[in-house]
């Protein structure tokens, strides 16, 4: 494949969506990440609010994702409309992975494209996270410390699933990056030039 592709996984709070569209700005190029639900929901014909609900979650054994008609039309009734979301978008992943250069967040696609893409990894210690999601929704650090916590598990929950990986083992990512480590302008000149070497 020819085209490059940066894949970003990232925990919740440590600005990996932030990077990413930063990177994909300045490297002239798309950034794709709520962007793949309005693709498929084009594709498939259900509501972008209704795929929203379920974005980056697994489905629970115990009852639909959604709760109206939707879920209960005959071709969903008995296909979660979380495994049906996953599936578009693996398709939708790789039509656009074909196409052009772009940054894909989250949605498993560094395991979707396997070796046609650099994968990244960006994480942050749990308080300087827990800050950061205080500040950005402007919330108190106990209730963003309870989002944080949901929001990983559901990440982690959602990639180990549908990848049957683990989703902090390091070892599946081309890099990782401590972005409480560093200035963002240092993290993109980082990225910079993993794209420039692929």
């Known amino acids: 494949m020819a085209n490059r592709i940066i894949t970003i996984n990232r925990m919740y709070g440590s600005n990996g969506r932030k990077l990413g569209k930063a990177l994909a700005k300045e490297l002239g190029i798309h950034y794709y990440d709520r962007e793949l639900i309005q693709i498929a929901s084009e594709k498939e014909g259900i509501p972008y609010e209704e795929l929203l609900k379920v974005d980056e979650k697994r489905a629970s054994q115990w009852r639909y994702?959604?709760?109206d008609p939707i879920q209960?039309?005959?071709?969903?009734?008995?296909?979660?409309?979380?495994?049906?979301?996953?599936?578009?978008?693996?398709?939708?992943?790789?039509s656009i992975a074909e196409k052009e250069d772009c940054i894909i967040i989250g949605r498993?696609?560094?395991?979707?494209?396997?070796?046609?893409?650099s994968s990244i990894f960006i994480h942050a210690p749990f308080e300087s996270r827990v800050q950061t999601v205080a500040g950005r929704l402007d919330i108190s650090e106990k209730d963003a410390a309870g989002l944080v916590k949901k929001?990983?598990?559901?990440?982690?929950?959602y990639y180990e699933y549908f990848t049957d990986r683990k989703w902090l083992d390091m070892q599946g990512y081309d890099?990782?990056?401590?972005?409480?480590?560093?200035?963002?302008?240092?993290?993109?000149?980082?990225?910079?030039e993993v794209y420039k070497n692929m």
């Open 108 to 117: 498993c696609a560094n395991t979707i494209l396997k070796e046609n893409c």
């Open 72 to 94: 209960m039309a005959p071709q969903y009734r008995f296909y979660p409309m979380n495994d049906m979301l996953f599936q578009s978008e693996c398709e939708i992943i790789r």
């Open 175 to 192: 890099l990782c990056i401590d972005s409480s480590r560093f200035s963002e302008q240092q993290i993109l000149s980082m990225l910079k």
């Open 65 to 67: 994702p959604l709760e």
């Open 151 to 157: 929001l990983d598990k559901e990440r982690r929950s």
